[in-house]
């Protein structure tokens, strides 16, 4: 199953292929030039949404390892012991992935 990225990039792909039918394909004389720069006009306000939806994506992880920080914040007023010392191994763990993660996609 493909995922959300995939698909917004593959529908941006078939955007940017209405904008250059619509604005230099000659061989239809039947549409009008406002027809054309309707479709090319909400062909580049769709794009534009998409590369929205994409940077609000990208921002997910870095939102999930503040929130994780928070966590451990909070749980360092925990007395020590080795339940604290369980959960702060794991939220270590996790965020060193999302590091790696977000370290890759730069």
Do not use: C, P
């Not at 061989?27 to 580049?44: P, Q, T």
């Not at 870095?62 to 191994?89: A, R, T």
Request: aromatic content about 10%; glycine content about 2%; cysteine-free.
């Amino acid at each position: 199953m493909k995922n959300s990225l995939n698909i917004l990039h593959e529908i941006d792909q078939v955007l940017i292929g209405d904008v250059t039918y619509y604005e230099f394909n000659s061989i239809e004389k039947n549409l009008s030039k406002k027809y054309r720069k309707g479709r090319v006009n909400a062909s580049k306000w769709l794009s534009e949404l998409i590369f929205m939806f994409i940077k609000k994506e990208s921002n997910f992880l870095l939102e999930f390892k503040e929130l994780m920080q928070q966590q451990k914040i909070d749980l360092s007023n925990l007395e020590d012991s080795d339940f604290k010392q369980g959960l702060f191994d794991e939220l270590n763990a996790i965020e060193e992935m999302v590091n790696d993660r977000i370290n890759r996609n730069k």
